[in-house]
């Protein structure tokens, strides 16, 4: 599968330009997987102190402009999150956009932090406390969005149900891309999965780009950078399936109906 991961900027000017570029790029390269950046066509919201409605429906309406046009990027597949309102609630929702079947929404971010410029439990309800893998065609995948990369206890269910890849759209600055990298790096291995990632991009470093493809055994594929903004890679799906049955996973296979039951029940199907 040719897989792309992007940095895609905050404003709307720098926006509109780098969505040219990156749809030329898909169809030139082929590409029948995208990976984009948390809220990737919404003002980040969380860096406001409190919740604003009229904030938050620009947001959606946003998201839903851009949505309407990823046809225009020539892929087969497109995973991201946005802004969604159900019910009472208002949610950071994972997303699957495919050419056959439109938008379908996945699970929900679960774990929020609170802290100043990030206060997402002021802006967010809480979503799924389930994990459970997903498929686009012959991808078996997991969703982590951003912080929940560091769900640590995600990776070994992933490596039992065959996750293929751990998908984690997210918005991180530039000071603590190393962070995010190792625990990026830990994902793939623990799980025997890719892992890919794309994140917003910010001039002042406050999102710091660095997107990522990781192999199953940790091996760092590709990078985005200021230069490189799109990476596109063909990624062995077989690659993941033969990288479960070596070490470290083997060793936590034999565990395999113990951890299973660990794994919170429900949202095991796409969303309607």
């Not at 950046?37 to 009229?54: N, Q």
């Not at 309800?125 to 995600?154: K, M, V």
């Not at 039951?261 to 429900?266: A, N, R």
Request: charged share 20%; hydrophobic share 40%.
């Amino acid at each position: 599968m040719r897989a792309t991961v992007c940095e895609l900027p905050n404003e709307i000017e720098p926006l509109v330009a780098a969505w040219k570029a990156l749809c030329e790029h898909t169809v030139r390269e082929r590409s029948e997987l995208l990976v984009l950046p948390e809220f990737a066509f919404a003002r980040p919201v969380w860096e406001i102190e409190d919740f604003d409605h009229s904030v938050w429906r620009d947001a959606e309406s946003q998201s839903d402009w851009w949505i309407a046009r990823l046809g225009e990027l020539g892929v087969k597949h497109v995973i991201g999150a946005r802004p969604v309102t159900a019910g009472d609630g208002c949610f950071n929702e994972g997303f699957l956009w495919s050419a056959e079947s439109g938008y379908q929404g996945l699970r929900r971010k679960h774990f929020l932090p609170d802290e100043p410029g990030g206060r997402e439990t002021r802006w967010f309800a809480r979503g799924d406390a389930a994990f459970p893998p997903y498929s686009a065609d012959s991808l078996t995948f997991g969703l982590n969005i951003c912080t929940e990369l560091w769900a640590l206890h995600t990776y070994a269910a992933y490596a039992i149900q065959g996750v293929q890849a751990v998908i984690c759209p997210r918005a991180t600055c530039a000071a603590t891309a190393g962070k995010w990298l190792s625990v990026a790096t830990v994902a793939a291995v623990r799980s025997g999965a890719y892992c890919l990632s794309s994140n917003r991009a910010q001039p002042d470093g406050s999102y710091g780009g660095a997107s990522w493809i990781i192999s199953p055994d940790g091996e760092l594929l590709a990078r985005t950078s200021d230069q490189q903004p799109f990476r596109t890679l063909d990624i062995d799906l077989a690659a993941s399936d033969l990288a479960r049955k070596t070490y470290p996973r083997y060793v936590f296979a034999t565990h395999a109906n113990q951890t299973l039951q660990t794994i919170p029940t429900g949202h095991l199907a796409l969303r309607e």
